[in-house]
Every structure is written in C-alpha cells, then in structure tokens.
C-alpha cells in the first residue's frame, strides 16, 4: 500500500469556524491531490499540486485554500466552514501528473459541518 | 467538457451470479480508462486501467474491462461475484490534452448472498 496518511480521519466543526486537514506520504511523489467525494458526484477534484508551494484550482476550489510547504505534506484548509462542505475528502497522489498514472489514495476524512 | 457516465447507481446481484458495471465516456480524443475500487470506509484502489493496445484488460480479483472506441464505453465485468465484492465502484477518464483525471459519479454494487 502507497504510504498515504490523513489527519483527522473525522471532524466535527461548526459553521464559520475554520478546519485544516492534513496529507502527508513517504512515497516522495511529486503531485498531490485534494478531492471531495458526495453521493451522485463521485470525486470532484479541490486543489492539486505539481511539486512544493506550486499549486492549482480544481473545478470546485471556491472555499478552499492549500499550501505545500514540504514534498510530504499537503493541506487543505476551509477558511470558514459551511454546511455545503460537509463531505468526505480524499487525498491521492501521483508520480508525475501523467492522466495515465495511477493514483494513490489516502483513507479518507469525514468532514462535518454544524 | 469531457464528462463520464455510469448509469446504473446501485446495483445488486447475487452471489456467484455474473456482473456489468457500465461506464461511458465523451470525447473526440484518445483517453485512458480506469476503473477504482473503494470498499466501505477505505480509499479509492486501482482496479484496471486501459492505455493502449488490447482492448480487453484484465485487473485483480478477477475483474476484466473491454474498452470499445467506436461506443465510447469501458464496461467492467466479473463472471462470478463474491460478498467481498460489495463496494463502490468508480469509472475514471484520462486523456493527453487534459492534465486532470475525472471521475464517474460511481456504481455501488451489494453482492447479496
């Protein structure tokens, strides 16, 4: 299994309040990926990035932001949580970026919002 | 806008019985064609992928996948199912002038026993 972590694995948070959710991989992979994943939409892609502190929007980054600042570790953050971001997000991770790669992902963080 | 299609939300078949799980996709291009598996509170897996040569392509626990250009589909098929089979299942296209990979909504087959 690809080393792909996710912390938390569950939140629970309120409206307004801010969350960061944290990725990080000992494969040394150069992309990494932030989705959501909502019933009848399968994965929707958030932010990805293409190597540390280069970043780019996803088709559904409004109310999102990401850094990378270390190969390892990529978040994600909900400058003020809403209800519509209530999800389960997943990180994954690809070599190279290649739409033929293979994509690893991580367990997964059930996001609640109040 | 390149888009995937599973047609079929929910599917539920008997064990041992046989199974399809439809995916089409939309473009004028050359793709590549994935099939994830995510069994229940776990990640997305790799199943099969299609890049070029056979069409027919072969992934683990049995599962094959024929990708056909001329109706733009990648079905999946398993002859016979098992209860660990129950899971989520995710069409995924690729192609060479689109950097980002896209997402079926998914397929949720219940292997009944």
């Known amino acids: 299994d690809a080393g792909i972590t996710q912390s938390p694995r569950h939140k629970v948070t309120e409206t307004g309040t801010p969350v960061t959710l944290r990725c990080h991989q000992t494969?040394?992979?150069?992309?990494m990926y932030w989705y959501r994943q909502d019933p009848g939409h399968g994965l929707r892609l958030i932010h990805y990035?293409?190597?540390?502190?280069?970043?780019d929007k996803g088709e559904v980054s409004d109310g999102y932001s990401v850094s990378r600042s270390k190969t390892e570790d990529f978040l994600l953050t909900l400058e003020s949580a809403t209800s519509s971001q209530t999800s389960v997000y997943f990180c994954?991770?690809?070599?190279?970026?290649?739409?033929?790669?293979?994509?690893?992902f991580g367990p997964g963080t059930r996001l609640l919002v109040l | 806008a390149q888009s995937v299609t599973q047609l079929d939300s929910q599917v539920p078949v008997f064990e041992e019985a046989p199974v399809e799980l439809r995916c089409n996709y939309s473009?004028?291009?050359?793709?590549?064609l994935f099939w994830y598996v995510q069994y229940p509170n776990q990640g997305l897996q790799l199943l099969l992928k299609?890049?070029?040569?056979?069409?027919l392509v072969k992934g683990i626990n049995g599962f094959e996948a024929e990708f056909n250009k001329s109706q733009t589909s990648f079905h999946l098929r398993k002859p016979s199912v098992h209860i660990s089979d129950t899971a989520e299942y995710f069409c995924?296209?690729?192609?060479?002038?689109?950097?980002?990979?896209?997402f079926g909504p998914g397929t949720s087959l219940s292997v009944i026993p």
């Open positions: 995924a296209v690729g192609k060479t002038s689109y950097d980002k990979v896209i």
């Open positions: 994954a991770i690809s070599e190279s970026g290649q739409p033929q790669e293979t994509q690893y």
């Open positions: 473009s004028s291009v050359s793709v590549y």
């Open positions: 299609y890049l070029s040569g056979s069409t």
């Open positions: 494969e040394n992979h150069r992309y």
């Open positions: 990035s293409y190597g540390v502190k280069d970043t």
